[in-house]
């Protein structure tokens, strides 16, 4: 079993900032990818950032310059430091994971974490 354990999500004020963090633990012998996506009531789950496990990111066109995303290979974690937020940044936030779970089998599977709420006021 493997579990993804998102925290720090909240409510700020339009132009504050939060830190996101989302860890991995259970049976996991490596991560490949991880990243965030943000889903708003009646919409499809969009992608906001995603980290290889060679520290290449990648962000949507929305967030790029405001947003970064990190990870901690050590820990099993990954971050999204969150600047400059807007209204339209309000969501449920997931954090996911690509992993294999065992070391001689090379199926990668795709974890979710169970969502944590960011609310930005104006």
Known sequence: ????????????Q???????????????????AMGWYRQTPGQQRELVATITNGLSAHYADSVTGRFTISRDNAKNT??????????EDTAVYYCNA???????????????????????SS
């Open 78 to 87: 990954v971050y999204l430091q969150m600047n400059s937020l807007k209204l």
């Open 98 to 120: 690509d992993l294999r779970t065992r070391k001689y089998e090379s199926n990668v599977y795709r974890y979710w974490g169970q969502g944590t709420q960011v609310t930005v």
């Open 1 to 12: 079993q493997v579990q993804l354990v998102e925290s720090g999500g909240g409510l700020v």
């Open 14 to 32: 339009a132009g504050g900032s939060l830190r996101l963090s989302c860890a991995a633990s259970g049976s996991i012998f490596v991560i490949n």
